[in-house]
């Protein structure tokens, strides 16, 4: 079966240091997801991608955080610098993207932050 | 803007007992859909169910079902015959229709353990 793969699966880094982290979505699917997931809360949605063209970074914190998927396959999401409060888990889905229809978003294993 | 309410932040149950898990959500859309996924510990978050909001007929997936009442904007998840694996944390999560690229909004959740 199909899954969205992340990597690393955990990253422990200092404050103000540059990381990044890796999605490979389900084979075909065109929307690709990155949310944040703090200890204790629900995910929250950073970035969309459709294809390779951003759709939304409505809530995504630009001053430090990029996101891209430049062949609108596999995506990387990096934050530089790193601050105390980004520890969390970071999420990334994707879906087929049925025109005009709500599809499943399938997640990944995520990757857990760990800012020190 | 949407949000989504769970206000049981734990809960627990009896194996092969039935427990009821609450959603509620606040929109004035007419028309979205509503999810509620699991988030077992250290794996990765999988859709339970959906259900649409224009379907009055409440969605059910083998064990599981919901209690959807749109005018109360309800929307709860019932478990019966619970299992061991079946313990979780519960994530509700809502989208509007097209126009808002389908961003999922997610509860707080609720985390369920079964007991043996």
């Known amino acids: 079966e199909a899954e969205v793969a992340q990597s690393p699966r955990y990253k422990i880094t200092e404050k103000s240091q540059a990381v990044a982290f890796w999605c490979d979505p389900i084979?075909?699917?065109?929307?690709l997801y990155w949310y944040r997931q703090i200890l204790g809360q629900g995910p929250e949605l950073l970035v969309q991608?459709?294809?390779?063209?951003?759709?939304?970074d409505s809530q995504l914190p630009k001053d430090r955080f990029s996101a891209e998927r430049l062949k609108g396959v596999d995506s990387t999401l990096k934050i530089q610098p790193a601050e105390l409060g980004d520890s969390a888990m970071y999420l990334c889905?994707?879906?087929?993207?049925?025109?005009?229809?709500?599809?499943?978003?399938?997640f990944g294993p995520g990757t857990r932050l760990t800012v020190l | 803007a949407q949000t989504v309410t769970q206000s049981q932040p734990e809960m627990s149950v009896q194996e092969a007992e039935t427990v009821t898990l609450s959603c509620t959500y606040d929109?004035?859309?007419?028309?979205?859909?509503l999810f509620w996924y699991k988030q077992p510990p250290s794996r990765q978050m999988i859709l339970v169910i959906r259900?649409?909001?224009?379907?009055?007929q409440n969605a059910t997936e083998n064990r599981f079902s919901v209690n959807f009442q749109k005018a109360a904007k309800s929307f709860s998840l019932k478990i019966s015959d619970s299992q061991l694996g079946d313990t979780a944390m519960y994530f509700c999560?809502?989208?509007?229709?097209?126009?808002?690229?389908?961003?999922?909004?997610f509860g707080k959740g609720t985390l369920l353990t079964v007991n043996p």
């Open positions: 889905a994707s879906s087929l993207r049925l025109a005009g229809i709500t599809d499943t978003q399938y």
């Open positions: 084979s075909g699917h065109a929307t």
């Open positions: 991608f459709q294809d390779e063209s951003v759709v939304d």
């Open positions: 929109t004035s859309e007419s028309n979205y859909y």
């Open positions: 259900q649409e909001a224009y379907k009055q």
């Open positions: 999560a809502f989208t509007p229709p097209r126009g808002s690229n389908y961003k999922l909004t």
